[in-house]
């Protein structure tokens, strides 16, 4: 299994520029999320999807869109990028989305500058 | 909303020392989950912790649920070059279903 993957590693973008960050995975998880983590805030939640089909937003969605049409795939839309948006973001996935969670899978991460 | 909070964020620490990493909330919490971060690397995850007052440990690695399951500990023993890097707590209220909140972690450094 390739586990989760994410695409691209690094991407530089001009302001007002759109471009869609791609996560897929191959363990058949119920559960995917975006996160964006900057220095010295952790991990914040973007958008999480507990199947296809079904999203909601997390603690800072604005300015970006999900979608989930099928298990595997969840890309992360930046719809017009700004300088705020520079981070690194990491889609991470679960094999369930009941309670108590199970661990999170994260992947490599996509390392993005908003010029 | 609810607040992870995690101190410290900075903990340098010599080699073979021991060294505490907390993580609290204001809320109740589902359970807490730990991950550990290499330099330029992803999360990884490290343990769940479900039950009041439940202690798992990892070879050095000993993490505690408070009895309030409002805060929860990281322990680590003979700290080793390997210990390098950022350690998160992640967690879940009882009435935030689908979302995680992670804590700001604490940077370990360590040095030789």
């Known amino acids: 299994n390739a586990g989760v993957t994410q695409t691209p590693k690094f991407q530089v973008l001009k302001t007002g520029q759109s471009m869609t960050l791609q996560c897929a995975q191959d363990m058949n998880h119920e559960y995917m999320s975006w996160y964006r983590q900057d220095p010295g805030m952790g991990l914040r939640l973007i958008h999480y999807s507990v199947g296809a089909g079904i999203t909601d937003q997390g603690e800072v969605p604005n300015g970006y869109n999900v979608s989930r049409s099928t298990t595997e795939d969840f890309p992360l839309r930046l719809l017009s990028a700004a300088p705020s948006q520079t981070s690194v973001y990491f889609c991470?996935?679960?094999?369930?989305?009941?309670?108590?969670?199970?661990?999170?899978?994260f992947g490599p991460g996509t390392r993005l500058t908003v010029l | 909303g609810q607040q992870v909070m995690q101190i410290p964020q900075y903990q340098h620490v010599q080699e073979g020392e021991d060294f505490t990493t907390y993580c609290n909330s204001s809320t109740t919490l589902s359970n807490i989950q730990w991950y550990k971060q290499r330099p330029g690397g992803h999360p990884v995850f490290l343990i769940q912790l479900v039950k009041s007052g439940e202690v798992k440990k990892q070879k050095r690695l000993t993490f505690q649920f408070g009895e309030a399951k409002k805060n929860s500990s990281l322990h680590i023993t003979a700290t080793q070059t390997t210990d390098v890097g950022t350690y998160f707590c992640?967690?879940?209220?009882?009435?935030?279903?689908?979302?995680?909140?992670f804590g700001a972690g604490t940077q370990v450094v360590v040095t030789p």
């Open positions: 992640a967690a879940k209220t009882t009435d935030s279903w689908g979302k995680l909140q």
């Open positions: 991470a996935s679960s094999p369930t989305s009941g309670m108590p969670y199970n661990e999170q899978f």
